[in-house]
T-cell receptor, first 111, second 112 residues
Framework: GAGVSQSPSNKVTEKGKDVELRCDPI?????LYWYRQSLGQGLEFLIY????????KSGLPSDRFSAERTGGSVSTLTIQRTQQEDSAVYLC?????????FGPGTRLLVL | GQQLNQSPQSMFIQEGEDVSMNCTSS?????WLWYKQDPGEGPVLLIA?????ELTSNGRLTAQFGITRKDSFLNISASIPSDVGIYFC????????????FGSGTKLNVKP
């Protein structure tokens, strides 16, 4: 597709369950980013990929959060044993040169 | 970490008015980007600036890359109801193309 796509668009889960969020980047964009946005807040950096490697994981809030990228394309953000404070919008973005393009986000609600 | 100071935090204006918002930093930035986020959507790129002093327009939107490389502003002329949303500035530090820093956003409300 022409833009960054994310799935699911919405996810409701119970506390303690694991969730997987998916990002399909713009074709050819080698850099991929995950951000978290709590209600009414700005963007919180989570992790950055260059190709399949993650040079910067500094934003991951805890060891319950992990991400991987395969084939330099699709990325998955996994949250294990979800907590209510994990409820937020998770945004994926890809970079071409000095410009970043965002997907529509996954809205996660942990009950 | 690096912070971008974005102001104002929110604005309430009448349709037809002009709007101005800005971002400042204590560090030198190589790139300034301005995004708009509608409710329930991801941020959409409005304007990208790559050179100090650069002034770029996109319809009723105009943005400038400050001469000092530490600030940028976004102006919206003749606002309309669909301008409602949250506007974010973002930038890359000089010498680091891998990381983007974001302002906290300016929430714009337009009264018809």
């Amino acid at each position: 597709g022409a833009g960054v796509s994310q799935s699911p668009s919405n996810k409701v889960t119970e506390k303690g369950k694991d969730v997987e969020l998916r990002c399909d980047p713009i074709s050819g964009h080698t850099a991929l980013y995950w951000y978290r946005q709590s209600l009414g807040q700005g963007l919180e950096f989570l992790i950055y990929f260059q190709g399949n490697s993650a040079p910067d994981k500094s934003g991951l809030p805890s060891d319950r959060f992990s991400a991987e990228r395969t084939g330099g394309s699709v990325s998955t953000l996994t949250i294990q044993r979800t907590q209510q404070e994990d409820s937020a919008v998770y945004l994926c973005a890809t970079r071409r040169a000095e410009t970043q393009y965002f997907g529509p986000g996954t809205r996660l609600l942990v009950l | 970490g690096q912070q971008l100071n974005q102001s104002p935090q929110s604005m309430f204006i009448q349709e037809g008015e002009d709007v101005s918002m800005n971002c400042t930093s204590s560090s030198i930035f190589n790139t300034w980007l301005w995004y708009k986020q509608d409710p329930g959507e991801g941020p959409v790129l409005l304007i990208a600036l790559y050179k100090a002093g650069e002034l770029t327009s996109n319809g009723r939107l105009t943005a400038q890359f400050g001469i000092t490389r530490k600030d940028s502003f976004l102006n919206i002329s003749a606002s309309i109801p669909s301008d409602v949303g949250i506007y974010f500035c973002a930038g890359q530090l000089l010498g680091n193309f891998n990381k983007f820093y974001f302002g906290s956003g300016t929430k714009l409300n337009v009264k018809p």
